[in-house]
C-alpha cells in the first residue's frame, strides 16, 4: 500500500529564508502528485501538482517542487519565504494507474515565520 | 459562489447522540470524499463517492455512514457518537479519482 512521509513536523524560518519541505512515498508504480496548504483556521487548497511531464512544477504563490522519480521524492520549495505563508503543508499522492485510487495524506508539515 | 460547503461548521454534542454533517458540491465533480483530521492535523480518508457509488470505504467504524443522494451531495451521518469521534470533517470533490481535491471549510465535531 502507498504512504507518503514528511519527515519535517514543524518548521521555522524567518521572512526571506528559503524553504524546502520534504516529501518521499512508497508507490513503485505510476503516481500523480500534490501539494496542500492549510492556512490557519482554513480549508485545505491545492498549491501545486505533477501528473506527467516536466518534473519540476510551479504551483501559486511562488512554490514549486521537483518529481525526483529515483527517490520516490516530490519536495516542496520557495526562494523566500513571507509571514503569509505561515501555514502546514502537506504532501499528497495517487497511485495513477490503479483503479479505486485515492489521494493518501502526508502527515503534514507546519511552517512558522517570523516576521 | 462556494464550490464546496458542508453544515454545520460547528458541532457540539454529547456521546451517544446521533448527528449528520451535510456537503453539496456546485462544480459538477463526479467524486466525493469525507476526509477526517484529528488534533494533530493528520488528514485521513474515510469514504469516496462516484457518481453516487460506494468506491472506497476505510477502516471506519459502522456507526459512520455516508449517504449520497445524487452525486452534488455527500452527507455523513454518525450514530452513538463517543469522545474519539471529535474532530475535524472535512468534505471535498474532484473531478474524477485521482484528479485534484477541492475541499469544504470543514465540520469542527466536539464530542462532551
Known amino acids: 500500500a502507498q504512504s507518503v512521509s514528511q519527515h519535517n513536523h514543524h518548521v521555522i524560518l524567518s521572512e526571506a529564508a528559503s524553504l524546502e519541505l520534504g516529501c518521499n512515498y512508497s508507490?513503485?508504480?505510476?503516481?500523480?502528485l500534490f501539494w496542500y496548504v492549510q492556512y490557519p483556521g482554513q480549508h485545505l487548497q491545492l498549491l501545486l501538482k505533477y501528473f506527467s511531464g516536466d518534473p519540476l512544477v510551479k504551483g501559486i504563490k511562488g512554490f514549486e517542487a521537483e518529481f525526483i522519480k529515483s527517490k520516490f521524492s516530490f519536495n516542496l520549495r520557495k526562494p523566500s519565504v513571507q509571514w503569509s505563508d505561515t501555514a502546514e503543508y502537506f504532501c499528497?499522492?495517487?497511485?495513477?494507474?490503479?483503479?479505486?485510487?485515492?489521494?493518501?495524506f502526508g502527515s503534514g508539515t507546519r511552517l512558522s515565520i517570523r516576521p | 459562489d462556494t464550490a464546496v460547503s458542508q453544515t454545520p461548521k460547528y458541532l457540539v454534542t454529547q456521546m451517544g447522540n446521533d448527528k449528520s454533517i451535510k456537503c453539496e458540491q456546485n462544480?459538477?465533480?463526479?467524486?466525493m470524499y469525507w476526509y477526517k483530521q484529528d488534533s494533530k492535523k493528520f488528514l485521513k480518508i474515510m469514504f469516496s463517492?462516484?457518481?453516487?457509488?460506494?468506491?472506497i470505504n476505510e477502516t471506519v467504524p459502522n456507526r459512520f455512514s455516508p449517504k449520497s443522494p445524487d452525486k452534488a451531495h455527500l452527507n455523513l451521518h454518525i450514530n452513538s457518537l463517543e469522545l474519539g469521534d471529535s474532530a475535524v470533517y472535512f468534505c471535498?470533490?474532484?473531478?474524477?479519482?485521482?484528479?485534484?481535491?477541492?475541499f469544504g471549510n470543514g465540520t469542527r465535531l466536539t464530542v462532551t
Open positions: 462544480l459538477g465533480h463526479d467524486t
Open positions: 499528497a499522492v495517487n497511485e495513477a494507474d490503479s483503479s479505486a485510487s485515492k489521494i493518501i
Open positions: 471535498a470533490s474532484s473531478r474524477d479519482e485521482g484528479s485534484p481535491l477541492h
Open positions: 508507490y513503485g508504480g505510476t503516481v500523480n
Open positions: 463517492y462516484n457518481n453516487k457509488e460506494l468506491i
